[in-house]
Every structure is written in C-alpha cells, then in structure tokens.
C-alpha cells in the first residue's frame, strides 16, 4: 500500500508538472517583431537657390520585443533626392542607396521597446508635393535577411500651402474647390445634336436630316484583299458581311479608289441607299471604316446620311508607352491598340530597355530577362534588379509591376495585333543611357562563362569598362546606368537584340520599317574616368569634347543599321553635340541619313528646339512635354497621381497644341509662370517653308515611372489621348490664326468645351461597356458658395455630379446635383460619377468658411 501510494504521488506530481509547462508554453506569446511606420512631409522651401524639404518618419514599435541594434531594417522606393542631414532621437542610418531605393537601419545602440515610438527627422534636396511621393513598397528584414512587408503604414495627407507648393517660386495654383469651380466654370452642358458626330473631326462633313438602317445581314463589294478590314468593321457594328461580286447587289461597296491621292484619305458616302467608301490604300479604306463605326448607333442600328471627306495632316500620329520601369500585361497593351485604333492613331513606340527593368525575350541573350524582366530585395543585382518605384521585395510576386516580360509568342500576337489595325509598333532600345538593366544582365551572364573558362564568350557582349572609375549622376539618380561606348562589344549587343527582333517580325509576318535607339540623358560625367575610352579617346584626336563620343557613338550606330535598311529614331540628343565650350549645338551630320528626331523638350530655353531641328532639314516628330507627357500629373492635387517636373498636363493641354505655331500653346512654365509671347520667345526661330514639311508628325508620351498597372496606365491617357488624335489627324486648329490673343482663346474654349462634351457624353459611354469598362480619369468637382448658395461644376460637363450634406461620402444614392442648392449645412461633399456608378476623387467645402477639407 505504501509502495502504490508513492508510486500515485509522483504520477501526480508528473502529471502536475506537465499540465504546468503546458500552461507556461501557452502563456508565453512567441517573439514577433511588428513595426508601425508613418511620414509626414513637413515643408518645401528653397533656400540659396537650391530647393529642399524636410519630412518626419515615426517608427513603432508594435511588437513584444524590443527593436535592437541588429533586428530590423527597413527599405523602400522613394522620389530620388539627396539626403542632405538627418536628425533622429534614436541613433538611426538613412540613406538613398542608388535610384530610388532607400534604406534606414539602426546603429550601435539603438533600443526600442514594445509600445513606444521614435522619430527621424531627414532634409532633402528637391520638392515633393505628391501623396504618391512617400515611401512605396515598404519592407523590413530580419536578423537572418529575410524580408518582410510591413502592414503599419500611413502617409498622412497633404493640407497645407507649405507641402502643396513647390517653393516661393510655385505660382501654379492650388486646386481647392473654388478654383476648380472657377477654373472650368466656362464649361456647360451641350445637347447631343451640337456634339461632334466624331473624333478626330473630319476636314469635310456634311451631314443630312436622316438614317440610313444597317440590316442585320448586309451585303458587301468588295476586294479579297481587304478581308481584314471588312472583319473589323463586322465586329465594330455587330453585323455579318455577305461579300458579292457585283456593284448592282451591294448595299455597301468598298472601294480603293486612285482618285483619292492620300493614301491614308478616304471618302465615306451614306446615303437612303446604301454606304459608298472610297480609300487611297488599305489605309484609307480602314479610317473610313473606323468612322463608320463610331457614327454608328447600335440601339436602332443606323447610321445617319453623311458625306466624309478627309485624310490626316500628318502621317506620324503615335504614342509612346513604358513598360520597361513597371510592366504593363500584354491584355493591357491591347487595350491600348484598341483606343488607338478607333481615333487613327498609327504608331506605338514601346519602350521596352530601362534602368529598372529588360522586358522582351532575346534567345540570344536569355540572361536579359531572367535577371532583369524582375526585381527585388538585392544589394549586388548580381541575379536580378533592386526594387525600384514600390515594387516590394519579392521578384516572384505576380501582382508587382516590377515582375515581368513578354515572350516571343506574346511580342508577336501584339504587333500583329497592331499591324491588323494599321498601327506600327516601333521597338525601343535605349543606348548608350538608360541601360543598367542590360550592363546587370550582361554582367551576370559574364561571370557566368568566365566560371566556365569561357573568356571570349564571357567578353563578346559585355557592356562596360571594369575598371571605370566616373562619378556621375543620372536624371533618375543612378551612377551606373551608362554602357562603355569605347568598346566593340557594346555594337555587337545592339545589333544581336535587333537581329532578334527583326526575326520575331519576320515571324509574324509584320513588317518592321524604324528602330528607335532611345540616346537620350547621358549625364555629364560619364566615361571621364573610362582607362578604355581615354584610350580609344587617343586614336580620335578630332573628339575634342569627352561628351561628344556620345554622338560618336550614335555615328558608328547609325552607319551598322543603315545596312538594315530601318528608319532611325531616337531622342533630340541623337541630333545634339556640344561646342569646345560645352554649349549644346544641333549636329547636322546625320541630315539625309534616314534619321529620325523626337522632339519633347519645349521649356527652359528651348521653346524652339523643334522648329530648329526641322529647319535644318532632319524630319521630326513633336512629343512637347508642355501638352504630350501623359504621365504629368493631371493637376496640383496632391491625391492626383503623377509627375510634375515640367508642370501639369490636363485634357485641355493637348487639345489646344497648334503643330506649326506652338509658341501660341506654349502658356506657362514648369512652375505656372505665364509666358508673354512677345518678350519671352522674342528671336525665337519659328518654321521655315522647308521646316513646316519636315515635321511629319506628334507623338504623345507615357512614361512608367508612376504607372501601376492598367488602371492607372488607362486613367493617365484617358480622356488625354483624344486631344493628341484630333490634333495629329487635325493639324492645326481653325482658330490658330485669330490674331487677338484673347479672341482666339474664346474661340478655343468654344471649340474645346464642344469637344469634352463629345467626350464625356459619347465616348466614355462607349468605353463603360460591360466588357470593356476603361479607367479613364474622373476630376472632383468645384464647389462655390455666394451668400448661402451652393453652386456645382465638374470639368467633365454632362457626368452626374453626387453630393451630400450630412457629412456622409457620396455614393450612388446621393443627391444629383441639377442645380443651386440652398442648405444651413456646414459641410458638402461631392463627387462626378459615370454611367457605370465608378466615381473619382472627393471634393469637400466647409459651408460658411470657405476654406477647403480633405
């Protein structure tokens, strides 16, 4: 008994002692680390002409074990500027790394325990005065190196004149509630019969009282050869084409016809009838479809009786779109074409090489897109590249715009996508700058065979000279981004990625007639400390100028692709050299070789550079960042998206571009500085007899920088692109030469507000279809209150406008304005609404006081 009581002690006290540890192990929380991370920008100011601007990051510690010296860093995407000074209460390291990667670490040190909070205050070169341009894609690691997201992060918003204005300079205007009242208060709401019947406006059109009804199964003349044509225009108006091969049976004939000398022009002819379409080409012949089926009405299934003469004032009327910096889908692109398409736009340039990102497979070189179609957590980008603008840490995330590329297959289906709706797409491959994605690739397939003892494998495409030691900065802050034009290798790269190209075109059956070869933002700097190019620099004596092998450069370039037969585009710097004493200079060299100019600068003295550049004989398309860089933001609100550094560009700006005169759209300056024509462009050269037939078109651009996906791709070019159509198939507009100067701006206005009412009450209706449904920007609306009433406007005249006066944000089921509302309510809160029930950003007007809410 005393044995069997001993033995029932001790199994209790076993067992007691196992339920303990049970109950002590379920007690004690695990170790986790979980940081808070909030930024405030302080103030923009400038001070001895240099801006700069100071923002606060609040760390917190959320997790239930103190930060230390050696468990946490923290990296992210940021703007890039240089940080001048940074004054923390704990001891902590920031610094931006290269581009516009950051990181802060702690130093020796540094403790902080769970529930407490730390602040670091940091003094930046430059200004910012975007929402969007706080820390992106922030991420921490552990002790171990692996990375984290971070779920704890706010940028607080932007209210006062201090963040939203750019120095004392900045006159651009604060887009308060008021001001956007005022601002497009000249805009009313037009009935449908005074809208334009299409866009781009025809030359001639005239149009009758009546329809003309499309049967459901119509019958067709026309040629074998237009069968792609004809196919595109049966889906367009949902209808079945029943080709016969007599006149006398044709409801609709479709006919190239040699009277019509334009081969991109074309007569459209409807009458009680039939339809009659005459083109100069198979070009022709598509615009006319394309206006046939934006005429058409697909609820009664006519089209009304109308005669169309017309064909575009330039032959060069594109787009230019980065997926290098953040990949676009190729569904996305298509899309794009889509729009394209339906406004006669004819060129895509694609610009597929950037610092941040190679996106198109060349079997050759198979290392381009397996280090750099992606992107993250790296110190070395030895295997692939940093994160760059929020794209996080993770080089398999499929939802990054840092990740991706397009396969041959891919590359393929969109240019033959393009090519079957008369569109060229011009490949981009941006040489000598811009190329660090290449120089990583290339680096790494270099160790690679050199491991293999492979030396003149390892050497045949390598990029760079090993032993530059040149310090410069690039326009996107990186100090390595610049290929070694001294050495040979760096022409066979070239022509082995276009020799690729050239055969997926082949392959698809596509012609391709222009590579454009980027060359734009080589940074003073480059190869100054190049031991290959002051070697080579000694067998070209007549390089007085270390910055002039870049055209050097562009000379060799063009003399290998002349043998391909290709058009030869390239940025304005591809036409520029500069003097003994460094002043830029246009080069003539290359007149009459088959080179192509794209012209964007129009600022900082340059307001001219275009004209000039045509006047000495180089034909040239137009791309003026003042009304053709997309990417801009729309307007100073700091909720909108977008860059600023040449100014902002809205729906209005590219609409108002008159091609051969364009000192009249030239209005203001990057900081909202309004030009005077006759003082400010005194001397400048405007176009010669000879320089007005070299401009052969314009282009508007789409850089990726800031552009995350399709939405935002598609509500940056969207309604925008529509005043780049009209102006290139237009030419100049009808009141260009009203000499007044305030006439012809009432005359302007006129024109514009009938044009953003065809496109709000026609054309967005068109993109809102169920199985389209694009993102096109929706503006806030202005908001007014004169003596206790209320008044509403939106720049896009003719959307719902929704408000509230409780407080509550708006929605569906709130109140349409129709209009003047009297209220003792302290508060409005309105937004514009489409036909699909999507909305764009608030605006918000404290009653009473005038003053503007977030």
């Given at each position: 008994?005393?044995?069997?009581?001993?033995?029932?002690?001790?199994?209790?006290l076993?067992?007691?002692?196992?339920i303990?540890a049970i109950l002590?192990?379920?007690?004690t929380?695990?170790e986790?680390?979980?940081?808070?991370?909030?930024?405030?920008l302080?103030?923009?100011?400038?001070?001895?002409?240099?801006?700069?601007?100071?923002?606060v990051?609040?760390i917190?510690?959320?997790g239930?074990?103190?930060?230390?010296?050696?468990n946490?860093?923290?990296?992210?995407?940021?703007?890039?500027?240089?940080?001048?000074?940074?004054?923390?209460e704990?001891?902590?390291?920031?610094r931006?790394?290269?581009?516009?990667?950051?990181?802060?670490k702690?130093?020796?040190?540094?403790?902080l325990?769970?529930?407490?909070?730390?602040?670091?205050?940091t003094?930046?070169t430059?200004?910012?005065?975007?929402?969007?341009?706080?820390?992106?894609?922030?991420?921490?690691?552990d002790?171990?190196?692996?990375?984290?997201?971070?779920?704890?992060?706010?940028i607080?918003?932007?209210?006062?004149?201090?963040?939203?204005?750019r120095?004392?300079?900045?006159?651009?205007?604060i887009?308060?509630?008021?001001?956007?009242?005022?601002q497009?208060n000249?805009?009313?709401?037009?009935?449908?019969?005074?809208?334009?019947?299409?866009?781009?406006?025809?030359?001639?059109?005239?149009?009758?009282?009546?329809?003309?009804?499309?049967?459901?199964?119509?019958?067709?003349?026309?040629?074998?050869?237009?069968?792609?044509?004809?196919?595109?225009?049966?889906?367009?108006?949902?209808?079945?084409?029943?080709?016969?091969?007599?006149?006398?049976?044709?409801?609709f004939?479709?006919?190239?016809?040699?009277?019509?000398?334009?081969?991109?022009?074309?007569?459209?002819?409807?009458?009680?009838?039939?339809?009659?379409?005459?083109?100069?080409?198979?070009?022709?012949?598509?615009?006319?479809?394309?206006?046939?089926?934006?005429l058409?009405?697909?609820?009664?299934?006519?089209?009304?009786?109308?005669?169309?003469?017309?064909?575009?004032?330039?032959?060069?009327?594109?787009?230019?779109?980065?997926?290098?910096r953040?990949?676009?889908?190729?569904?996305?692109l298509?899309?794009l074409?889509?729009?394209m398409?339906?406004?006669k736009?004819?060129?895509?340039?694609?610009?597929l090489?950037?610092?941040?990102?190679?996106?198109?497979?060349?079997?050759?070189?198979?290392?381009?897109?397996?280090?750099?179609?992606?992107?993250?957590?790296?110190?070395?980008n030895?295997?692939?590249l940093?994160?760059?603008?929020?794209?996080?840490?993770?080089?398999?995330?499929?939802?990054?715009?840092?990740?991706?590329?397009?396969?041959?297959?891919?590359?393929?289906?969109?240019?033959?996508?393009?090519?079957?709706?008369?569109?060229?797409?011009?490949?981009e491959?941006?040489f000598?700058g811009?190329?660090?994605?290449?120089?990583?690739?290339?680096?790494?397939?270099?160790?690679?065979?050199?491991?293999?003892?492979?030396?003149?494998?390892?050497?045949?495409?390598?990029?760079?000279?090993?032993?530059?030691?040149?310090?410069?900065q690039?326009?996107?802050?990186?100090?390595?981004?610049?290929?070694?034009?001294?050495?040979?290798?760096?022409y066979?790269?070239y022509?082995?990625?276009?020799?690729?190209?050239?055969e997926?075109?082949?392959?698809?059956?596509?012609?391709?007639?222009?590579?454009?070869?980027?060359?734009?933002?080589?940074?003073?700097?480059?190869?100054?400390?190049?031991?290959?190019c002051?070697?080579?620099?000694?067998?070209?004596?007549?390089?007085t100028?270390?910055?002039?092998?870049?055209?050097?450069?562009?000379?060799?370039?063009?003399?290998?692709?002349?043998k391909?037969?290709?058009?030869?585009g390239?940025?304005?710097?591809?036409?520029?050299?500069?003097?003994?004493?460094?002043?830029?200079?246009?080069?003539?060299?290359?007149?009459?070789?088959n080179v192509?100019?794209?012209?964007w600068?129009?600022?900082?003295?340059?307001?001219?550079?275009?004209?000039?550049?045509?006047?000495?004989?180089?034909?040239?398309?137009?791309?003026?960042?003042?009304?053709?860089?997309?990417?801009?933001?729309?307007?100073?609100?700091?909720?909108?998206?977008?860059?600023?550094?040449?100014?902002?560009?809205?729906?209005?700006?590219?609409?108002?571009f008159?091609p051969?005169?364009?000192?009249?759209?030239?209005?203001?300056?990057?900081?909202?500085?309004?030009?005077?024509?006759?003082?400010?462009f005194?001397?400048?050269?405007?176009?010669?007899?000879?320089?007005?037939k070299?401009?052969?078109?314009?282009?508007?651009?789409?850089?990726?920088?800031?552009?995350?996906?399709?939405?935002?791709?598609?509500?940056?070019?969207?309604?925008?692109?529509?005043?780049?159509?009209?102006?290139?198939?237009?030419?100049?507009?009808?009141?260009?030469n009203?000499?007044?100067?305030?006439?012809?701006?009432?005359?302007?206005?006129?024109?514009?507000?009938?044009?953003?009412?065809t496109?709000?009450?026609?054309?967005f209706?068109?993109?809102?279809?169920?199985?389209?449904?694009?993102?096109?920007?929706?503006?806030a609306?202005?908001?007014?209150?004169?003596?206790?009433?209320?008044?509403?406007?939106?720049?896009?005249?003719?959307?719902?406008?929704?408000?509230?006066?409780?407080?509550?944000?708006?929605?569906t089921?709130?109140?349409?304005?129709?209009g003047?509302?009297?209220s003792?309510?302290?508060l409005?809160?309105?937004?514009?609404?489409?036909s699909?029930?999507?909305?764009?950003?608030?605006?918000?007007?404290?009653?009473?006081?005038?003053?503007n809410?977030?």
């Amino acid at each position: 008994m005393i044995q069997q009581s001993i033995h029932m002690s001790l199994l209790r006290l076993l067992l007691t002692s196992i339920i303990l540890a049970i109950l002590i192990s379920c007690s004690t929380e695990p170790e986790t680390i979980d940081i808070g991370l909030n930024w405030h920008l302080t103030q923009n100011y400038d001070k001895d002409d240099t801006n700069y601007h100071d923002a606060v990051f609040t760390i917190s510690n959320n997790g239930n074990v103190a930060l230390s010296d050696s468990n946490w860093a923290i990296y992210w995407n940021q703007a890039p500027h240089d940080i001048k000074s940074v004054e923390a209460e704990l001891p902590i390291s920031i610094r931006r790394i290269n581009g516009d990667f950051y990181e802060m670490k702690p130093m020796k040190g540094f403790k902080l325990n769970p529930g407490e909070q730390t602040k670091a205050t940091t003094t930046s070169t430059g200004f910012i005065i975007k929402e969007s341009d706080g820390p992106l894609g922030i991420y921490r690691l552990d002790e171990s190196g692996k990375p984290h997201t971070i779920d704890h992060v706010y940028i607080e918003p932007f209210k006062t004149p201090k963040q939203l204005n750019r120095n004392s300079d900045d006159l651009e205007s604060i887009p308060t509630p008021e001001h956007l009242y005022a601002q497009h208060n000249y805009l009313n709401v037009l009935p449908k019969e005074q809208l334009y019947p299409l866009i781009p406006y025809p030359h001639s059109l005239k149009k009758g009282v009546s329809n003309y009804s499309i049967p459901p199964d119509i019958r067709v003349y026309y040629r074998a050869a237009l069968s792609k044509e004809i196919n595109y225009l049966s889906e367009g108006i949902n209808t079945k084409m029943q080709q016969v091969y007599y006149d006398s049976l044709a409801e609709f004939k479709i006919l190239i016809d040699e009277k019509i000398k334009n081969p991109e022009g074309y007569e459209l002819n409807i009458t009680a009838d039939g339809i009659t379409l005459n083109g100069g080409s198979k070009k022709g012949i598509f615009y006319g479809i394309v206006s046939l089926i934006n005429l058409y009405d697909p609820a009664r299934r006519t089209v009304p009786i109308i005669n169309i003469k017309d064909a575009p004032a330039y032959s060069y009327r594109g787009m230019h779109v980065d997926v290098a910096r953040n990949f676009q889908s190729k569904e996305t692109l298509l899309r794009l074409l889509d729009v394209m398409a339906s406004l006669k736009l004819n060129k895509l340039l694609l610009y597929l090489t950037e610092d941040e990102g190679w996106r198109l497979t060349i079997e050759e070189l198979p290392e381009l897109t397996r280090v750099s179609g992606s992107r993250g957590h790296t110190l070395d980008n030895s295997k692939f590249l940093q994160p760059a603008y929020g794209s996080g840490p993770s080089r398999f995330n499929p939802n990054s715009t840092g990740n991706g590329y397009y396969t041959r297959t891919d590359f393929k289906e969109i240019i033959k996508y393009a090519y079957d709706r008369h569109i060229d797409i011009i490949p981009e491959v941006n040489f000598p700058g811009h190329a660090r994605a290449a120089i990583y690739a290339m680096e790494n397939r270099y160790r690679r065979l050199m491991a293999e003892g492979k030396l003149k494998e390892a050497e045949q495409y390598r990029l760079i000279d090993p032993d530059d030691t040149s310090v410069y900065q690039s326009a996107q802050s990186y100090h390595d981004n610049i290929v070694c034009v001294c050495r040979p290798s760096v022409y066979d790269f070239y022509e082995t990625v276009l020799a690729d190209i050239q055969e997926m075109y082949k392959e698809a059956n596509v012609p391709l007639t222009m590579i454009h070869t980027g060359g734009d933002e080589v940074p003073n700097g480059a190869w100054t400390e190049s031991p290959m190019c002051k070697e080579y620099l000694k067998k070209y004596p007549e390089i007085t100028n270390i910055r002039n092998l870049q055209s050097h450069f562009f000379k060799n370039l063009v003399q290998r692709l002349q043998k391909t037969g290709l058009q030869i585009g390239g940025w304005e710097e591809v036409v520029m050299d500069f003097d003994e004493e460094d002043h830029w200079q246009i080069n003539d060299e290359f007149v009459g070789d088959n080179v192509y100019p794209y012209i964007w600068n129009n600022l900082w003295g340059e307001e001219d550079l275009g004209y000039r550049v045509a006047n000495r004989g180089y034909p040239v398309i137009l791309c003026n960042v003042t009304n053709f860089y997309f990417d801009l933001a729309y307007d100073k609100d700091p909720r909108e998206p977008g860059l600023y550094w040449a100014g902002f560009i809205n729906e209005k700006d590219a609409f108002s571009f008159v091609p051969e005169n364009m000192f009249l759209s030239t209005e203001s300056d990057h900081m909202g500085h309004k030009f005077h024509p006759d003082i400010d462009f005194k001397g400048k050269e405007h176009l010669t007899q000879s320089g007005r037939k070299n401009i052969i078109g314009i282009q508007g651009q789409l850089w990726g920088e800031t552009v995350k996906g399709r939405d935002m791709l598609e509500y940056y070019y969207l309604p925008k692109i529509y005043g780049l159509a009209q102006r290139a198939w237009e030419g100049n507009p009808s009141w260009h030469n009203i000499e007044n100067h305030d006439e012809r701006n009432a005359a302007r206005d006129k024109d514009y507000e009938r044009f953003i009412n065809t496109i709000t009450q026609k054309e967005f209706k068109k993109l809102d279809r169920p199985d389209l449904k694009y993102h096109y920007r929706i503006p806030a609306p202005g908001i007014t209150e004169t003596d206790g009433t209320i008044y509403l406007n939106s720049p896009y005249p003719g959307m719902e406008i929704r408000y509230t006066l409780d407080g509550s944000e708006p929605s569906t089921k709130s109140s349409i304005y129709t209009g003047p509302i009297n209220s003792e309510s302290k508060l409005i809160r309105a937004k514009v609404f489409n036909s699909i029930g999507r909305s764009g950003l608030e605006s918000q007007l404290n009653l009473n006081l005038n003053t503007n809410v977030e």
